[in-house]
């Protein structure tokens, strides 16, 4: 049948006059506004338009000040928390852009919900303004997010991430340098794209990886909407995964972390693939092995091993469990939406073979077995053990603290737990639907998601198990992608669900002000945690470059026969960051706790170097309230007999130990 062309018939050329506008009865705008009948005041669509112009240029201005701001308060030495130390009115420039972002997103003109009446569909014009300014919110929005993840390169920090990441920003410098090529990393991901764009642009390798990691990120915001728009084709999902996705969900800072981490730059990069994913289950049956979208797939796929093997081990599973349930709707259900989409099966066993092939160069994947093989002896032979201890450990040390592992999970996990909750919530409503078309449209990529899910959950079990390991966080971080996409697609269909209740409401225009709010709270409460600060007990791997240099200096300094010992693991991670080491460096010590402060003369029977930094300090001292090691302890390094400070710069203090002082 022919779509009724749009008439429109103006009505006295007054102030007050009314236009009627005709529009196609079954139409939806991305608000889940129906079309019958409009009727609505241009003069106040005309009036309300520059107001949204102008709160847009607010929050991009408010932006460009908060990094002018925070690049002319550059860190002038090592910052215990990065919350604390940038400008306030650096966080005030970003809240008020984030604010504006959310309320353009989300509010549209109230010459949509307040001079419509409910069930119609605002004009040609009125769509324009609110799908023009919808974006430009969204990208608003995500410079916001640009500028609070940039702010260690805004703010001039050295290089900012410890333990992995310092042998990261090694292995970096030996591939820029040369003396190591891409071939000789189990994941030469992060380190390649950091090496480029430190021959491209020209700046310190340091900041070069700070660059390829926010890279990540900002791929993770991108294509995280569009995976959801192109599973629910509706603007208004990918406005609300766009802002999901701001949340970071997969970083935890426990074993997934906004620095130098190859599984967590994996992991968000991973967004990528399911995007293309989603695209791929639409191709063209009869082209999807040639297709420009397979393709891409098969590409990405090569990326995504090349980032990290162990996540594509992780990816296996998942394509695997999708393809079993694409094979069985086929036998079950024949002319299901599942059975129409494009198979998985070919980029299933490409992904199977490209693991095959890299892990066969560097054994990864049989250590890989191995390790959790001796893991499960280990955990059945010694009545259990695992991650339960650390975990108990780590109880014990937060209560030491006067807080405790319930306070913990509220900082670091609440956002986490409401989006859980809403993913499962989808799929339980998707595999029960009977009558609604709108979960139907989405069942099939909800499905997937739910059986990637459970496929990662016996993984997740495994790394538990694991003594000593931490990396089930690692899996809750690949869990956490599909989490997010499903949590914004459910927070899409309650808000289609109740928007015609809302409508309703002269308190609550349309409900959109609850989504803005909501959204502002969840951000706040996920983004005060992405960052390791003392709010969650943990010191800002800031390096600054009195420490770096201090290192360097000790390192060159170095008497070929006195060793160094230091406090966790420290000078063996600078060692890896300054000299590129092929293997990690474990030839640095640490100092015993019980020898720290007092006895250090007595607990060597050779000289040796201690190495202590500012950062070392306010770890101990103000994020682990002086559980390990007090205020004390380090002041009585100056007093103690044998132990001789012969270097320092303000933020490093190399002292000399000189065991022949033991007998005096």
Same mark, same amino acid.
């Given at each position: ?235 208004? %999902?990918? *406005?609300? +995964?766009?802002?999901?996705? @701001?949340? =970071?969900?997969? &970083?935890? #800072? ?33 082209? %999807?092995? *040639?297709? +420009?979208?397979?393709?891409? @797939?098969? =590409?990405?796929? &090569?990326? #995504? ?19 079993l349930v694409q094979f069985?709707?086929r036998r079950i259900a024949?002319?299901?939406?599942? %059975?129409n989409q494009t198979p ?321």
């Open positions: 049948m022919a779509t009724p062309a749009v008439t429109c018939r103006s009505v006295h050329r007054s102030r007050y006059s009314l236009t009627y506008w005709s529009q196609p009865v079954n139409n939806k705008d991305s608000y889940g506004i129906t079309s019958r009948q409009l009727r609505m005041s241009p003069q106040s669509a005309v009036t309300e338009e520059p107001f949204r112009k102008l709160a847009l240029a607010v929050g991009f201005l408010a932006v460009a000040v908060s990094a002018f701001l925070a690049h002319g308060a550059p860190a002038t030495g090592y910052e215990l928390s990065l919350y604390t130390m940038t400008p306030g009115r650096v966080w005030a420039g970003l809240l008020v852009a984030m604010a504006i972002a959310l309320a353009i997103a989300f509010i549209p003109p109230s010459s949509v919900t307040g001079g419509t009446r409910a069930g119609t569909e605002p004009d040609s014009q009125t769509n324009t303004r609110l799908f023009t300014s919808r974006p430009l919110a969204v990208v608003l929005g995500g410079l916001t997010m640009i500028v609070f993840a940039g702010l260690p390169l805004i703010r001039g920090y050295r290089f900012f991430g410890n333990h992995d990441a310092l042998t990261h920003l090694g292995w970096a410098r030996a591939m820029a340098d040369g003396t190591i090529v891409p071939f000789d990393l189990y994941y030469p991901g992060i380190h390649t794209v950091t090496a480029m764009i430190n021959a491209a642009v020209g700046i310190p390798l340091e900041q070069s990886l700070l660059l390829a990691i926010l890279a990540t990120m900002i791929v993770f915001w991108i294509f995280v909407p569009l995976c959801a728009g192109t599973i629910v084709s509706n603007r208004r %999902a990918v *406005v609300i +995964a766009a802002f999901s996705s @701001f949340l =970071l969900l997969p &970083i935890t #800072t426990i074993s997934m972390y906004m620095t130098a981490h190859a599984m967590s730059q994996a992991v968000l990069f991973s967004a990528l693939l399911f995007f293309l994913f989603a695209k791929y289950l639409r191709a063209d049956r009869s082209l %999807a092995t *040639v297709s +420009a979208v397979g393709t891409a @797939f098969a =590409l990405v796929s &090569i990326a #995504t091993v090349v980032y990290h093997p162990q996540l594509v081990a992780h990816l296996i599973v998942v394509f695997l469990g999708i393809s069985l709707a024949s002319q299901g939406r599942i %059975a998985m099966y070919g980029q299933a066993l490409f992904l199977v073979a490209l693991f095959l092939v890299w892990t066969s160069n560097h054994g990864f994947f049989s250590g890989m077995i191995d390790h959790f093989l001796s893991a499960a002896v280990d955990f059945i032979l010694r009545d259990g053990g695992g991650a339960g201890d650390t975990v108990a450990m780590q109880g014990a040390s937060l209560g030491a603290l006067g807080s405790g592992l319930g306070e913990i999970f509220v900082k670091l996990f609440t956002v986490h737990l409401l989006f859980t909750l809403l993913a499962a919530g989808l799929i339980l409503a998707a595999i029960g639907a009977r009558n609604s078309e709108w979960l139907a449209r989405i069942r099939p990529e909800t499905l997937y998601f739910a059986v990637a899910l459970v496929g990662l959950g016996p993984l997740f079990v495994v790394y538990f198990l694991a003594p000593g390991s931490t990396m089930y966080f690692r899996v809750f971080g690949l869990m956490m992608v599909f989490v997010t996409l499903l949590g914004a697609i459910a927070i899409d269909g309650l808000t289609g669900r109740f928007s015609g209740r809302w409508r309703e409401s002269r308190f609550v225009p349309s409900g959109r002000p609850l989504l803005a709010v909501g959204f502002a709270l969840l951000l706040l409460l996920s983004l005060v945690a992405v960052f390791p600060s003392p709010y969650t007990y943990n010191p800002s791997p800031h390096v600054s470059d009195q420490q770096m240099s201090g290192y360097e200096t000790a390192f060159d300094t170095q008497a070929d026969e006195v060793d160094i010992v230091g406090l966790r693991n420290g000078p063996n991670r600078f060692d890896d960051a300054i000299h590129g080491n092929d293997e990690r460096m474990r030839l640095h010590f640490d100092v015993p706790e019980s020898a720290f402060g007092s006895g250090l003369v007595d607990e060597y029977d050779d000289d040796r170097y201690l190495l202590v930094s500012q950062y070392d300090y306010d770890r101990e001292v103000h994020a682990y309230g002086e559980l390990r090691h007090s205020d004390g302890d380090f002041s009585a390094l100056e007093n103690e007999p044998g132990v001789n400070r012969i270097h320092t710069n303000g933020e490093f203090d190399r002292y000399y130990i000189d065991a022949s002082m033991s007998d005096a």
